[in-house]
Protein backbone atom coordinates (compact mmCIF):
# COMPACT_ATOMS: atom_id res chain seq x y z
CA UNK A 1 0.00 0.00 0.00
CA UNK A 2 1.50 3.20 -1.13
CA UNK A 3 -0.05 7.05 -1.41
CA UNK A 4 -0.20 10.53 0.15
CA UNK A 5 -1.21 9.16 3.49
CA UNK A 6 0.83 6.39 3.64
CA UNK A 7 2.89 7.26 7.35
CA UNK A 8 4.52 5.61 10.14
CA UNK A 9 1.37 4.38 11.40
CA UNK A 10 0.21 2.89 8.77
CA UNK A 11 3.45 1.26 7.93
CA UNK A 12 3.47 -0.48 11.22
CA UNK A 13 -0.06 -2.09 10.68
CA UNK A 14 0.81 -3.15 7.59
CA UNK A 15 3.69 -4.87 8.60
CA UNK A 16 1.76 -6.81 11.25
CA UNK A 17 2.70 -9.98 11.67
CA UNK A 18 2.53 -12.26 14.54
CA UNK A 19 5.82 -13.41 16.47
CA UNK A 20 6.28 -16.64 18.14
CA UNK A 21 10.47 -16.60 18.87
CA UNK A 22 11.81 -13.91 20.93
CA UNK A 23 15.13 -13.32 21.81
CA UNK A 24 16.00 -13.88 25.60
CA UNK A 25 15.87 -9.61 26.13
CA UNK A 26 13.44 -8.63 28.97
CA UNK A 27 11.30 -5.30 28.46
CA UNK A 28 12.33 -1.76 30.15
CA UNK A 29 10.29 -0.60 32.59
CA UNK A 30 10.17 2.52 30.08
CA UNK A 31 9.00 0.37 27.18
CA UNK A 32 6.36 -1.25 29.33
CA UNK A 33 5.28 2.04 30.94
CA UNK A 34 4.87 3.58 26.89
CA UNK A 35 2.97 0.06 25.81
CA UNK A 36 0.56 0.41 28.93
CA UNK A 37 0.08 4.12 28.39
CA UNK A 38 -0.99 3.77 25.02
CA UNK A 39 -3.65 0.76 25.84
CA UNK A 40 -4.90 3.35 28.30
CA UNK A 41 -5.38 6.39 25.04
CA UNK A 42 -7.91 3.85 23.42
CA UNK A 43 -11.50 4.27 22.82
CA UNK A 44 -13.42 3.61 25.34
CA UNK A 45 -17.27 3.57 25.46
CA UNK A 46 -18.79 5.97 27.67
CA UNK A 47 -15.50 6.52 29.60
CA UNK A 48 -16.15 3.43 30.91
CA UNK A 49 -12.35 2.04 30.77
CA UNK A 50 -13.81 -1.25 31.52
CA UNK A 51 -10.62 -3.28 31.68
CA UNK A 52 -7.36 -4.64 33.63
CA UNK A 53 -3.75 -5.29 32.29
CA UNK A 54 -1.81 -7.56 34.50
CA UNK A 55 1.82 -8.11 33.88
CA UNK A 56 3.22 -11.25 34.00
CA UNK A 57 6.57 -11.71 35.37
CA UNK A 58 6.25 -15.06 37.51
CA UNK A 59 8.16 -17.99 36.14
CA UNK A 60 6.03 -20.51 37.53
CA UNK A 61 2.73 -19.00 37.00
CA UNK A 62 4.53 -18.16 33.35
CA UNK A 63 5.42 -21.99 32.52
CA UNK A 64 1.94 -23.20 33.85
CA UNK A 65 0.35 -21.15 31.76
CA UNK A 66 2.81 -21.77 28.82
CA UNK A 67 1.67 -25.48 29.04
CA UNK A 68 -1.89 -25.21 29.79
CA UNK A 69 -2.62 -22.68 26.61
CA UNK A 70 -0.41 -24.70 24.31
CA UNK A 71 1.64 -21.89 23.67
CA UNK A 72 5.69 -21.89 24.72
CA UNK A 73 6.22 -18.35 23.54
CA UNK A 74 4.74 -17.04 26.94
CA UNK A 75 7.51 -18.52 28.56
CA UNK A 76 10.21 -17.19 26.17
CA UNK A 77 8.83 -13.26 25.77
CA UNK A 78 10.06 -10.19 26.69
CA UNK A 79 6.75 -9.81 28.86
CA UNK A 80 3.41 -10.79 29.00
CA UNK A 81 0.62 -8.49 29.67
CA UNK A 82 -2.81 -10.09 30.46
CA UNK A 83 -5.87 -8.38 29.12
CA UNK A 84 -9.01 -8.54 31.29
CA UNK A 85 -12.27 -7.52 31.24
CA UNK A 86 -13.20 -5.78 34.38
CA UNK A 87 -16.31 -4.58 35.99
CA UNK A 88 -15.18 -4.67 39.88
CA UNK A 89 -13.54 -1.55 39.48
CA UNK A 90 -16.90 0.52 39.13
CA UNK A 91 -18.09 -1.71 41.73
CA UNK A 92 -15.88 -0.62 44.48
CA UNK A 93 -16.90 2.78 44.09
CA UNK A 94 -20.61 1.74 44.30
CA UNK A 95 -22.72 1.57 47.28
CA UNK A 96 -24.18 -1.50 48.49
CA UNK A 97 -27.94 -0.05 46.93
CA UNK A 98 -26.38 0.59 43.52
CA UNK A 99 -24.71 -2.53 43.15
CA UNK A 100 -27.55 -4.03 44.00
CA UNK A 101 -29.90 -1.68 41.37
CA UNK A 102 -26.53 -2.23 38.84
CA UNK A 103 -26.76 -6.14 38.57
CA UNK A 104 -31.24 -6.00 38.62
CA UNK A 105 -30.97 -3.37 34.96
CA UNK A 106 -31.08 -5.27 31.97
CA UNK A 107 -28.37 -2.16 30.75
CA UNK A 108 -26.04 -4.60 32.77
CA UNK A 109 -25.66 -7.00 29.92
CA UNK A 110 -24.62 -3.90 27.48
CA UNK A 111 -21.66 -3.39 30.00
CA UNK A 112 -21.20 -6.74 30.22
CA UNK A 113 -20.79 -6.29 26.24
CA UNK A 114 -18.79 -2.97 26.38
CA UNK A 115 -16.20 -4.23 28.72
CA UNK A 116 -15.36 -6.89 25.92
CA UNK A 117 -15.00 -4.17 23.59
CA UNK A 118 -12.98 -2.14 25.57
CA UNK A 119 -10.23 -5.11 26.66
CA UNK A 120 -10.04 -5.89 23.26
CA UNK A 121 -9.42 -1.76 21.20
CA UNK A 122 -6.83 -1.16 24.55
CA UNK A 123 -5.24 -4.71 23.51
CA UNK A 124 -4.39 -3.18 19.86
CA UNK A 125 -3.54 0.01 21.36
CA UNK A 126 -0.78 -1.92 23.02
CA UNK A 127 -0.08 -4.35 20.40
CA UNK A 128 0.50 -1.25 18.00
CA UNK A 129 2.52 0.57 20.33
CA UNK A 130 4.70 -2.49 21.25
CA UNK A 131 5.56 -3.31 16.99
CA UNK A 132 5.74 0.65 16.31
CA UNK A 133 8.64 0.65 18.84
CA UNK A 134 10.52 -2.45 16.86
CA UNK A 135 9.22 -5.03 19.08
CA UNK A 136 7.18 -8.04 18.22
CA UNK A 137 3.93 -9.30 19.41
CA UNK A 138 1.57 -12.63 19.35
CA UNK A 139 -1.97 -12.02 21.47
CA UNK A 140 -2.95 -15.53 22.88
CA UNK A 141 -6.56 -16.39 22.92
CA UNK A 142 -5.47 -19.58 24.49
CA UNK A 143 -5.16 -18.12 28.31
CA UNK A 144 -8.48 -19.60 29.05
CA UNK A 145 -7.50 -23.38 28.90
CA UNK A 146 -5.71 -22.11 31.82
CA UNK A 147 -8.96 -21.37 33.62
CA UNK A 148 -10.54 -21.47 36.03
CA UNK A 149 -7.18 -21.26 37.85
CA UNK A 150 -5.73 -18.26 36.36
CA UNK A 151 -8.18 -16.72 38.34
CA UNK A 152 -6.05 -17.47 41.48
CA UNK A 153 -2.64 -17.29 39.85
CA UNK A 154 -3.49 -13.75 39.41
CA UNK A 155 -5.86 -12.74 42.43
CA UNK A 156 -8.46 -11.72 40.09
CA UNK A 157 -11.99 -10.57 41.82
CA UNK A 158 -15.26 -11.20 40.99
CA UNK A 159 -16.21 -8.76 37.98
CA UNK A 160 -13.38 -9.76 36.40
CA UNK A 161 -12.38 -12.13 33.50
CA UNK A 162 -9.19 -12.52 31.22
CA UNK A 163 -9.67 -12.52 28.08
CA UNK A 164 -6.02 -12.68 26.24
CA UNK A 165 -2.93 -12.25 26.45
CA UNK A 166 -0.23 -10.08 24.88
CA UNK A 167 3.29 -11.66 24.47
CA UNK A 168 5.88 -8.92 23.52
CA UNK A 169 9.46 -9.05 23.07
CA UNK A 170 12.91 -8.80 20.63
CA UNK A 171 11.64 -10.31 17.61
CA UNK A 172 13.94 -13.65 17.06
CA UNK A 173 12.35 -14.38 13.45
CA UNK A 174 10.75 -12.55 10.26
CA UNK A 175 7.91 -15.02 9.56
CA UNK A 176 5.99 -14.62 5.97
CA UNK A 177 3.25 -11.99 6.35
CA UNK A 178 0.02 -14.16 6.49
CA UNK A 179 -2.58 -12.93 3.60
CA UNK A 180 -6.10 -11.56 4.63
CA UNK A 181 -9.04 -11.64 2.87
CA UNK A 182 -9.66 -9.51 0.17
CA UNK A 183 -11.22 -5.67 0.60
CA UNK A 184 -14.18 -6.63 -1.26
CA UNK A 185 -14.81 -9.13 1.02
CA UNK A 186 -15.27 -7.48 4.22
CA UNK A 187 -15.81 -3.52 3.29
CA UNK A 188 -19.61 -2.88 1.50
CA UNK A 189 -21.24 0.02 1.12
CA UNK A 190 -24.73 0.99 2.55
CA UNK A 191 -25.42 -2.83 1.94
CA UNK A 192 -24.06 -6.27 3.21
CA UNK A 193 -22.73 -8.21 0.13
CA UNK A 194 -23.96 -11.59 -0.25
CA UNK A 195 -22.47 -12.65 -3.07
CA UNK A 196 -19.19 -14.05 -1.15
CA UNK A 197 -18.80 -17.15 -2.38
CA UNK A 198 -16.36 -16.56 -5.35
CA UNK A 199 -13.93 -13.87 -3.02
CA UNK A 200 -13.96 -16.94 -0.17
CA UNK A 201 -13.00 -19.85 -3.29
CA UNK A 202 -10.27 -17.09 -4.73
CA UNK A 203 -8.80 -16.41 -1.22
CA UNK A 204 -8.82 -20.18 -0.40
CA UNK A 205 -6.32 -20.43 -3.25
CA UNK A 206 -3.98 -18.14 -2.02
CA UNK A 207 -3.94 -19.48 1.56
CA UNK A 208 -3.54 -22.75 0.26
CA UNK A 209 -0.22 -21.63 -1.63
CA UNK A 210 0.77 -19.84 1.61
CA UNK A 211 0.37 -22.52 3.99
CA UNK A 212 2.21 -25.19 1.42
CA UNK A 213 5.04 -22.46 0.73
CA UNK A 214 5.67 -20.77 3.99
CA UNK A 215 9.14 -21.71 6.24
CA UNK A 216 7.61 -23.20 9.17
CA UNK A 217 4.78 -25.40 10.05
CA UNK A 218 3.90 -26.49 6.21
CA UNK A 219 0.10 -27.84 5.60
CA UNK A 220 -2.32 -28.77 3.52
CA UNK A 221 -5.19 -26.14 4.20
CA UNK A 222 -6.94 -23.02 3.80
CA UNK A 223 -8.56 -20.28 5.24
CA UNK A 224 -12.19 -21.60 5.47
CA UNK A 225 -10.89 -25.44 6.22
CA UNK A 226 -9.78 -24.11 9.13
CA UNK A 227 -11.86 -21.82 9.96
CA UNK A 228 -14.94 -24.54 9.68
CA UNK A 229 -12.79 -26.88 11.61
CA UNK A 230 -12.41 -25.18 14.46
CA UNK A 231 -16.38 -24.08 14.72
CA UNK A 232 -17.20 -27.63 14.49
CA UNK A 233 -14.57 -28.86 16.52
CA UNK A 234 -16.39 -30.01 19.96
CA UNK A 235 -15.28 -27.10 23.10
CA UNK A 236 -16.37 -27.06 26.20
CA UNK A 237 -18.54 -23.89 25.97
CA UNK A 238 -20.67 -24.77 29.22
CA UNK A 239 -18.18 -24.76 30.93
CA UNK A 240 -17.16 -21.18 29.94
CA UNK A 241 -20.48 -19.84 30.50
CA UNK A 242 -20.40 -21.21 33.61
CA UNK A 243 -17.30 -19.50 34.13
CA UNK A 244 -18.65 -16.23 33.53
CA UNK A 245 -21.60 -16.30 35.59
CA UNK A 246 -19.53 -17.29 38.61
CA UNK A 247 -17.58 -14.06 38.23
CA UNK A 248 -20.95 -12.04 37.92
CA UNK A 249 -21.23 -11.26 34.06
CA UNK A 250 -25.06 -11.40 33.89
CA UNK A 251 -26.14 -13.31 30.45
CA UNK A 252 -28.98 -12.37 28.22
Known amino acids: MEGSFMNDVIKTIQQHRSIRKFKNTPLTQEQIDTIVRAAQMAPTSGHFQAYSIIGVTDAGVKKELSKRSGNPVIETCGYLFIFCADLYRIMTAASDNEKQQMKNNVSFAYFNQTSVTDTALAMQNANLAAESMGLGT ?114 K
Open 138 to 251: VIIGGINGALPDLDRWLDLPEYVIPLAGLAVGVPDEHPEQKLRLPQSAVFFENKYNHQLKASVASYDKEMELYYEQRTNNKQKSNWSQKVIHMLTSDIPIEFYTDYIKSKGFAL
